[in-house]
Each structure stands twice: as C-alpha cells, then as structure tokens.
T-cell receptor, first 114, second 114 residues
Framework: KAGVTQTPRYLIKTRGQQVTLSCSPI?????VSWYQQTPGQGLQFLFE???????NKGNFPGRFSGRQFSNSRSEMNVSTLELGDSALYLC?????????????FGPGTRLTVT | GESVGLHLPTLSVQEGDNSIINCAYS??????FIWYKQESGKGPQFIID?????DKRQGQRVTVLLNKTVKHLSLQIAATQPGDSAVYFC?????????????FGKGTKLSVKP
C-alpha cells in the first residue's frame, strides 16, 4: 500500500503571496490532519478533515485554511504569507477520525517564505 | 497552557548501549501518550503508545515507562543501532478528544556512535 504523499516537497514563496499544498492519504484512509513543524515551536496541529468535513482546528490564524475532497485528498492554503510561515508542513492520514492515533505521516512540504 | 517537553535536546550514545529519552507533560488530564521517531527528510513515524492505566509497555527493542505521579514518561531503546539515529518526540493527548488535543514535545536528537 502506498504511503502518504505530499506535493510539492519544496516551495519558495515571497511574503504576501499565497500557497496551496496537497496531501494524498493512504488508500482507504478518510482522515487527514495537517501540522506545522518549526525548530522553535515543534509540531503544531493545524486542522483535521474527515469525510470532507473539518473536524477540529488548531490555534492558527484564519490565513490557514484547508479542504478535503471526496477521494479524501486534502489541500491546505495559506494566504498573505509571512516570514514566520516558513516551516515544514506535514499531513497525516488515519482510517478514522477522533481517538485513532495510528497516524501515518507524509514526508512534508518544506515552505520557505522570503 | 499545556506543554510537553523533553529533558535533553540531544543525546549521544555508543552503538550497542541502551538509550533513554525522557519527556515531561504538564496536563494531569493527559491520558494517552505516543512516541514518534523522525528521521531526516521524513515525516514522524509512530513507535509506541501507552495509556494512563498502564505504567509500562514494551515493543520491539523499545519500552515506554509512564509515571503519572510526576507526569513523566520515558522511551528506552535497547541495544541502540545506527539506524536509531533520529529525532524522537513524545505527544500527549486527552483520550476521547480529537487530534486537536494532541500536544507534541520539541524532540530529542539521538546520535549513535559506531
């Protein structure tokens, strides 16, 4: 079974631009969660989608948004990029939502904002 | 607010020795804990988990110990191998909540000397 894939793997954007990242979960997994990882703050939860519905959201500004499609693929969007948005963005998939923590992470998208 | 922290940011051990990585959490309501391993260029990988009704859980070459009294858990790796070199971090969760309640520590970088 193929793992979680994320595209693109690397991205360089300019402050003020917007960006869209994509995540394809493991086949059969309906839950996709997004995380931001930085050296200073570590891994922080952004949001979770299950069956095209946002189930939970972390403490991030409204510039961070996401969606999930009927095939469970998910995208996250960051508008009006700031330098502090530079980070590794990880998505993780699992079979179910809620307390199911056999999450499988993708390799991440490294976003650099200049 | 809630926090999960690791005692040492780096740990260097000799190949074949046992490794112990420690983690402390602040929320006494946390009742589920996970250890992850993250190798360079990859997403986190689930290693082992433990619920608060247990003090110890063993996996293949890994053992997690939980001390709820002092809100501390540790990951022990037996006969450490070069392939164990990675960043390890713990996460704490209020079971019954969604992924949004998963709080991650910042990580300990384990280096294995041949």
């Amino acid at each position: 079974k193929a793992g979680v894939t994320q595209t693109p793997r690397y991205l360089i954007k300019t402050r003020g631009q917007q960006v869209t990242l994509s995540c394809s979960p493991i086949s059969g997994h309906r839950s996709v969660s997004w995380y931001q990882q930085t050296p200073g703050q570590g891994l922080q939860f952004l949001f979770e989608y299950f069956s095209e519905t946002q189930r939970n959201k972390g403490n991030f500004p409204g510039r961070f948004s996401g969606r999930q499609f009927s095939n469970s693929r998910s995208e996250m969007n960051v508008s009006t990029l700031e330098l502090g948005d530079s980070a590794l963005y990880l998505c993780a998939s699992s079979e179910t939502s809620g307390p199911s923590y056999e999450q499988y992470f993708g390799p991440g998208t490294r976003l650099t904002v200049t | 607010g809630e926090s999960v922290g690791l005692h040492l940011p780096t740990l260097s051990v000799q190949e074949g020795d046992n490794s112990i990585i420690n983690c402390a959490y602040s929320n006494s309501a946390s009742d589920y804990f996970i250890w992850y391993k993250q190798e360079s260029g990859k997403g986190p990988q689930f290693i082992i988990d433990i619920r608060s009704n247990m003090d110890k859980r063993q996996g293949q070459r890994v053992t997690v110990l939980l001390n709820k009294t002092v809100k501390h858990l540790s990951l022990q790796i037996a006969a450490t191998q070069p392939g164990d070199s990675a960043v390890y971090f713990c996460a704490a969760l209020n079971y019954g909540g969604s992924q949004g309640n998963l709080i991650f520590g910042k990580g300990t970088k384990l280096s294995v000397k041949p």
